[in-house]
Each structure stands twice: as structure tokens, then as C-alpha cells.
């Protein structure tokens, strides 16, 4: 198996630091608590929820203090009771120019830290029942919304993140086909998507197809790693429950010259797991299946069986690499 020379950053999800700490933690809590994981070296932080105790320079500081790089920021609408009902797709004029509004803060946040990624995640944008929603009208007012935060600072690159529901019954953009069709629609260049594992699993997907369509018409901005069952949002521990289709991911992903930062999107909290136990645990299986894709590339008859579609072949080939040869 290679030895790897190209490591990339790992982040986590910072809100499972928080797990056991008393009282109520701080963002520089959960850093300094993240900080302690060797090998986990970036992070994204929440706007506005991670900006209640400090400003973005006091950040930064923090970050820098533990050893950690701002990966980017993440716009977190669902906090706010106002946008229970939507946020870009709200029926208030009114509303949806709060979370257009918040969302040019948070941008301003992350210019203000040196960062150049927001990631949007708008699980309350969509609907829970026939006959409540304006299809139309929702879709331009969106697009619309987008393209007002993408021009706010066309320095800054916006990766839309998509998942198929939760806490909206239906979101507006549920898989890949609809995003890419929403950022073709809104027509910015700094915009692109963030692949979430469990999420392209969730929305029936396979997450290296996806990759590949996310190169071909639009931008691969982030990469959420984890697993799950395909039947929620799991957030279990990467590799724990699809390694062939982690190490599928790894090996498209280094075909595509991915080279951003891999982000545990993982939930300990919710099993009471430790949170640093765990995200220890995530870099080890990430950094075991990006060797095994990269013991893959260029395999002459992986190659071939790919070309022929012959998955017999190709299954002998990735479990040899997984488990061992054989007999």
C-alpha cells in the first residue's frame, strides 16, 4: 500500500465537542477541545451560533492558538425560529431579505477571518404538504436570494450542500440534478456544491457519480465525509457501513484533482460516543481508504474491468485491496 505524501486537511464537525463539557460551551470551548485530536487540523465554524461570544478577529485568534486553519463558515438559518418556514423560500418578502441579510454578515465574518468558503445548507427551504407551496415562485425567489449572496463578495466561493429532507418534509433542492440545475439558473461563478456522503446516499445517489457530475457542470467546493444506511441522515463514522463506496469516492476524487479539505460531518453526541475518540477514529479509516484508492489508480485491470463493466472483476480486484488477497 503507498505511503501517502499529498495528506489533506481534516475538519470536523464542531458541535460534537461539546459533548461533556459543562455548562454552556463557547466556540473556543469546542476548538480548544477539537485541537486536542491529532491529525484534525482545520475547522468550520457556524454563523451566527459560533459568533455569539467572539468576534471574527477573537476567532481566528483561537484557531490559530490550537493549531487549526479556518476551513470556512457554514450559514445556520434553522436557530432562528423566524425561518421555520423558510428562509430563501419564505412567502414574506420581508423574511427572506432577514436571511439574504445574515447571510452577507456571515460573509462579511469570513472575509474579516481570511476565509474564502460559505457552505449553504437550507433544509428549511421546501415543504411539508400538497398545495402549501408555490413551486415557481419559491424556485426564482431562491435563485434570486443566491444570487444577491453570491455577488455580495464574488471573492468568496458559496457551495450549496444538498439533502433530500429535515427538518422540511420535501427540500427545495434535494439531490443533485436540482442543484446544479439551481446554480446553472443563478449563473455565478463563484458558486459550486458540497458533496455530503451520507446525504448523496440519503438522496439514492452513488457519492462518486455524483462527484464526477459536480466536475462536469458545476464546482466540487467540500466534502463532507461520513456514513449511513441510506434511510437518514446517520452521520456515522466514516467507512463504518459503505468502505467500497468510500474508497470509490477517494479514488474519483483524486482523479479530479480534488485537493480541499475532507469535513467529518459526523454525530458522536447523538450515541455518546467521545468526540475526540471518534474523530480520531475518522482520520485513521480516512487515511486507510485514500491509500487503498491510491493503491488503485492505474490499475491496469481495474482499468479494463471498469471498461468492460465487468463488476465480478472489479470486486475480486477493491476486496484484494480491502482484505487481503485471497485464494
Known amino acids: 500500500m503507498p505511503v501517502l505524501s499529498n495528506r489533506p ?3 470536523a464537525r464542531l458541535n460534537a465537542f461539546k459533548t461533556g463539557l459543562p455548562g454552556k460551551p463557547t466556540a473556543a470551548d469546542m476548538i480548544a477541545r477539537a485541537g486536542t485530536v491529532e491529525g484534525l487540523d482545520a475547522a468550520d465554524l457556524n454563523y451566527p451560533d ?7 478577529q477573537q476567532l481566528s485568534a483561537i484557531l490559530s492558538d490550537h493549531g487549526m486553519a479556518l476551513n470556512g463558515l457554514a450559514m445556520r438559518y434553522y436557530t432562528d425560529p423566524g425561518f421555520r418556514l423558510g428562509a430563501f423560500t419564505n412567502p414574506d418578502a420581508r423574511v427572506r431579505q432577514a436571511a439574504i441579510d445574515i447571510t452577507k454578515k456571515g460573509l462579511d465574518a469570513l472575509a474579516a477571518m481570511g476565509g474564502r468558503l460559505m457552505t449553504l445548507w437550507m433544509g428549511q427551504d421546501g415543504v411539508d404538504y400538497s398545495f402549501q407551496g408555490d413551486y415557481a415562485r419559491m424556485w426564482d425567489d431562491t435563485i434570486a436570494a443566491i444570487q444577491a449572496v453570491a455577488d455580495h463578495n464574488p471573492q468568496i466561493d458559496i457551495a450549496i450542500e444538498y439533502k433530500p429532507n429535515e427538518p422540511r418534509a420535501y427540500a427545495l433542492m434535494p439531490d443533485i440534478g436540482t442543484t ?19 446525504h448523496v446516499l440519503y438522496a439514492d445517489e452513488i457519492p462518486a457519480q455524483s462527484a464526477r457530475l459536480i466536475a462536469r457542470h458545476s464546482k466540487l467546493l467540500g466534502v463532507h465525509l461520513n456514513d449511513g444506511y ?13 468502505p467500497v463506496q468510500t474508497v470509490e469516492l477517494f479514488a474519483e476524487l483524486d482523479a479530479m484533482g480534488y485537493d480541499g479539505v475532507i469535513y467529518f460531518d459526523t454525530f458522536p453526541d447523538h450515541g455518546g460516543l467521545d468526540p475526540c475518540a471518534e474523530a480520531s477514529a475518522n482520520i485513521v479509516m480516512a487515511e486507510r481508504l485514500r491509500a487503498i484508492a491510491a493503491s488503485l489508480s492505474g490499475h491496469t485491470g481495474l482499468a479494463e474491468a471498469i471498461a468492460r463493466q465487468d463488476a465480478t472483476a472489479s470486486l475480486r480486484i477493491v476486496a484484494d485491496a480491502l482484505y487481503g488477497a485471497g485464494r
Open 9 to 11: 486537511r481534516y475538519a
Open 50 to 56: 459560533h459568533f455569539d461570544a467572539h468576534s471574527p
Open 180 to 198: 446544479l440545475l439551481a446554480i446553472r439558473d443563478a449563473d455565478r461563478k463563484n458558486l459550486g456544491v458540497t458533496l455530503d456522503f451520507a
Open 230 to 242: 441510506g434511510k437518514r441522515d446517520d452521520g456515522l463514522m466514516v467507512g463504518s457501513v459503505h
